[in-house]
């Protein structure tokens, strides 16, 4: 039962195949037995689970079951759920459980799907390689001595090992397509305000976007249907209409014009990883797509633009922890200073306070203008090569990271090298673009991404375009070893 | 660009973070490596290009000023480290 997709899922639960109980025990077995080799969970919710699949399954009986009634998924730590610790990969929340639930939370209960966990993730999503996250870090089942990328790597790698057909996932400067692309499966980051971001721990807020993980771009399109809905509980909502994300998977792609950037194809791309990303592009041109070759010149400076927006943003997000409402407090407190500089020092890993130090220091008193305002101006000018992009081309492509999955500790000393693994990523962020990663093919047994990039809430598209692409390819349901 | 020892002591005291004297010299040189891949940025013509507030430039909108939420404090209190009669408790700041 774990090989098959959501949609099929869906298929078998309402004809009567199987039932959601006998489904959420199989995953839950799963996860029980394998979880141990990846670290891919915080924490498991059986009982919850099992409770949940049972009134599924009174639905399904009843002939009124709702969207995912019944389907086991996982939610990234990062989402708040009522009664059900939330830790966002952080010793400052081990102990927070939250009495409320994020609103892409109560979407998927509305949908009838059944929470089977929480997954593990970069401290507060600050990682590219899940090695900041306060419970270990999560193996890639593809290669155990290598990083799932993050910060969404512990959903990306429960998917990739069939612990759940899919996840939700957040991403910042590239957390769901980086560790899409690294464990081998389709995620989809939407458009800047197209998914609430009410309950779901904010890092930077002006880029902050949750989205959906799964093996396929057809389940993806599951997924978002339900996600994707306007929040009056999030201020960064856009009020727009949710398509049908599954009804145009179907659609041709013939005289698709594809944009390819020069610079997304420069130095500092694995030659093994141009090869499988240009292949996968040839397969497009096949289908009748169009590639055009572009530019955005301002990529370049999209990672120092990002580097100075996000942690600055994070600085200001994150003093709300200060042990007196919630969360980690430290021992014996002397004074009011004492407790909120120990429960910080204590209650935060490395990687997170050296991003509220940058941060802090570029919105401190005389450096706001030249860090904060001109990052923002830069900004502008990153969205422009889109804009102009865009009006020569319907999508734009190529590599999601400039390499397979990096070992462990390899980036460990310089945080430069590690922040260059979002260098074709996080341009999309600053923009509040939709990007997606999709299965492409293998380098060294271990699986490569294609970048999807589409304009403003043209997801449908862009999943049609990879669904198109799954049609016609196999990357997207190979399974590590072991797996199957 | 390098960050002196002063200026982490400024930072740890405006962001509330103690930081190790042990320390000082490893989180000096991260912030200096960070702030040099950053300062890519100052080289940059900006002239005349205003700062991006939001993607699509949307504005904040505005509501009614009426009571959406009933007040829950019990539970919101409920994980607390230290409450005291719906007061959250921290130590003595006056004497």
Same mark, same amino acid.
């Given at each position: 039962m774990h090989n098959l997709t959501i949609a099929e899922l869906v298929t078998g639960l309402q004809s009567k195949e199987f039932s959601s109980v006998e489904l959420t025990q199989h995953f839950l077995a799963r996860i029980a037995k394998l979880d141990a080799n990846y670290n891919a969970l915080i924490t498991v919710t059986a009982d919850q689970a099992l409770k949940a699949a049972a009134a599924a399954d009174e639905r399904l009986a009843a002939g009124n079951?709702?969207?995912?009634?019944?389907v086991p998924i996982l939610h990234k730590d990062i989402f708040c759920t009522n009664g059900v610790r939330t830790s966002c990969g952080s010793k400052m929340l081990d102990n927070f459980i939250p009495p409320y639930n994020a609103t892409v939370v109560e979407n998927f209960e509305q949908a009838g799907a059944v929470v089977l966990g929480k997954t593990n993730m970069d401290e507060f999503a600050m990682g590219s390689s899940n090695e900041t996250s306060f419970y270990g870090p999560v193996k890639n089942p593809w290669a155990s001595d290598s990083v799932p990328g993050g910060s969404s790597g512990g959903s990306a790698a429960a998917v990739a090992a069939r612990l759940a057909p899919g996840a939700t996932a957040t991403d910042t400067g590239g957390s769901i397509r980086q560790p899409a692309a690294l464990c081998g499966i389709t995620g989809l980051k939407p458009t800047y305000g197209r998914v609430s971001r009410w309950g779901m721990i904010a890092f930077a807020s002006s880029l902050d976007q949750g989205g959906p993980m799964a093996r396929t771009a057809e389940d993806c399109a599951l997924l978002l249907n339900c996600m994707a809905s306007y929040d009056d509980k999030d201020s960064t909502c856009i009020d727009r209409e949710v398509p049908d994300y599954s009804a145009t998977l179907g659609d041709s792609i013939k005289g698709l014009k594809i944009g390819v950037p020069s610079e997304y194809f420069s130095e500092g791309l694995d030659p093994d990883t141009e090869k499988t990303v240009r292949t996968a592009l040839a397969e497009y041109e096949a289908q009748g797509a169009e590639l055009v070759e572009i530019s955005?010149?301002?990529? %370049?400076?999209s990672v120092p633009a990002y580097y100075v927006i996000a942690p600055a943003e994070a600085s200001t997000n994150l003093?709300?922890?200060? %042990?007196?409402?919630y969360g980690y407090r430290c021992e014996d407190p002397k004074d009011l200073n004492d407790l909120y500089t120990r429960t910080r020092a204590e209650g935060f890993g490395d990687e997170v306070k050296h991003r509220i130090l940058i941060g802090t220091y570029c919105l401190s008193a005389g450096y706001y203008d030249a860090y904060y305002g001109k990052a923002q101006q830069v900004r502008q000018l990153i969205q422009q090569d889109f804009e102009k992009a865009f009006e020569q081309v319907d999508v734009i492509m190529g590599p999601t990271t400039p390499s397979p999955a990096f070992k462990f500790g390899s980036k460990g000393d310089d945080p430069v090298a590690m922040y260059l693994e979002d260098i074709y990523t996080v341009a999309t962020n600053l923009a509040g673009l939709p990007g997606m990663s999709v299965p492409c093919g293998m380098v060294d047994n271990k699986p490569v991404g294609l970048q999807i990039i589409g304009n403003y809430f043209d997801e449908a598209r862009m999943l049609n375009i990879a669904h198109q692409y799954q049609q016609a390819t196999k990357w997207h349901s190979l399974a590590p070893e072991g797996i199957a | 660009m390098s960050i002196e020892r002063q200026e982490i002591e400024k930072l740890a005291t405006l962001s509330r973070i103690a930081i190790g004297e042990d320390t000082i010299t490893e989180v000096s040189e991260r912030l200096s490596s960070v702030l040099e891949l950053v300062d890519q940025l100052q080289a940059v013509n900006t002239e005349g290009v205003e700062a991006m507030s939001h993607p699509m430039k949307a504005t904040q909108r505005l509501r009614e000023d009426e009571i959406s939420e009933i007040n829950q404090r019990e539970a919101f209190q409920a994980v607390a480290p230290d409450t005291e009669d719906g007061l959250f408790l921290v130590p003595k700041v006056i004497e």
């Open positions: 079951a709702p969207a995912l009634c019944g955005l010149p301002n990529t %370049g400076l003093t709300r922890f200060d %042990g007196v409402r | -």
